[in-house]
């Protein structure tokens, strides 16, 4: 299956080789809390930018591991590049996933999905 999805203006659209997860994602550290996306995570292999936007824009913050992407015309989150960190917040230091906001799937109301909670305030 290839979900699609886009930012409210369309300057950065993607597809992803994969399905929705069962469930979706909700960090509470300080930046996701304010962001306000709901998270499908898969292999960095999955996902791609169609086309691949002309200007990139990311927020990285503390480690400066985690490369936060919005679009740089309408604001919208759309998609985080991370380690693979578990669920106790270590990683094995090379393995890599793509958090996507599911908010922006085409044909998909991600409020009507079951959500994870990870506890970022207190991991990160």
């Given at each position: 299956m290839t979900i699609k999805g886009s930012c409210h203006c369309g300057a950065v659209a993607?597809?992803?080789d994969g399905e929705i997860p069962a469930q979706l994602t909700r960090c509470t550290c300080s930046f996701c809390a304010k962001r306000g996306?709901?998270?499908a995570y898969y292999p960095p292999g999955q996902f791609k930018l169609v086309p691949a936007p002309s200007g990139d824009s990311a927020y990285r913050w503390k480690t400066r591991a985690v490369a936060h992407h919005f679009c740089p015309l309408c604001g919208c989150a759309t998609f985080s590049d991370s380690p693979d960190f578990q669920m106790d917040g270590s990683w094995d230091g090379h393995t890599r996933r793509i958090g996507v906001n599911a908010r922006?799937?085409?044909g998909f109301d991600a409020a009507t999905a079951d959500i994870t909670v990870i506890d970022g305030r207190h991991l990160w």
């Open positions: 993607f597809e992803i996306a709901l998270l922006l799937f085409d």
